[in-house]
T-cell receptor, first 110, second 115 residues
């Protein structure tokens, strides 16, 4: 069974700092990997989706990379802002199965 | 589109009572998923449907849980009888398909508390 791990579990940084969130998975046979954002009391919002044949995806200040062979993905957030404060989850898809990490809770201090 | 709609947003019930959670997927999406999120276990897939047909219910924890999708615009997740350990946030999500580039869209969730 696929296992997804996210490190760190929580992160607090000052505004303006660049930061990296990590996601690792045990089985490299994946269809895609997604990064989601979850705000308190709300559902998940998809940020970036990297297909298995891709190495990275970018959207604005966000950049996600995928290294299937090592079972790792990183989410890079540039010039962090207080509005980025949320929990970030990565999800690995194995055809019709979706496996989520436990998330990294990010706090960006003004 | 209004996105995935779930009701109720909050539900408090007593142990032994029947609980029904509701979901309306995004129009045109052929797949619907039910998830449960707890602090201990994170986000777990319970069951998913394709064109109203249950495809994989291996994540349903016990026979007390059941899910139906009578039509393309409505699904229910029922717990009978409910127990305190069922307390969690239940999410519904939908997607157009299962191609490698297809993403899931999540509803706001139903926070269930069983006393």
């Amino acid at each position: 069974k696929q296992e997804v791990t996210q490190i760190p579990a929580a992160l607090s940084v000052p505004e303006g700092e660049n930061l990296v969130l990590n996601c690792s998975f045990t089985d490299s046979a994946i269809y895609n990997l997604q990064w989601f954002r979850q705000d308190p009391g709300k559902g998940l919002t998809s940020l970036l989706l990297i297909q298995s044949s891709q190495r990275e995806q970018t959207s604005g200040r966000l950049n996600a990379s995928l290294d299937k062979s090592s079972g790792r993905s990183t989410l890079y957030i540039a010039a962090s802002q207080p509005g980025d404060s949320a929990t970030y989850l990565c999800a690995v898809r194995d055809f019709n199965k979706f496996y989520f990490g436990s998330g990294t809770k990010l706090n960006v201090k003004p | 589109d209004a996105g995935v709609i779930q009701s109720p947003r909050h539900e408090v019930t007593e142990m032994g009572q029947e609980v029904t959670l509701r979901c309306k997927p995004i129009s045109g999406h052929d797949y619907l998923f039910w998830y449960r999120q707890t602090m201990m276990r994170g986000l777990e897939l319970l069951i998913y449907f394709n064109n109203n047909v249950p495809i994989d219910d291996s994540g349903m924890p016990e026979d007390r849980f059941s899910a139906k999708m009578p039509n393309a615009s409505f699904s229910t997740l029922k717990i009978q009888p409910s127990e305190p350990r069922d307390s969690a946030v239940y999410f519904c999500a939908s997607t157009f398909g299962l191609a490698v580039g297809d993403t899931q869209y999540f509803g706001p969730g139903t926070r269930l508390t069983v006393l």
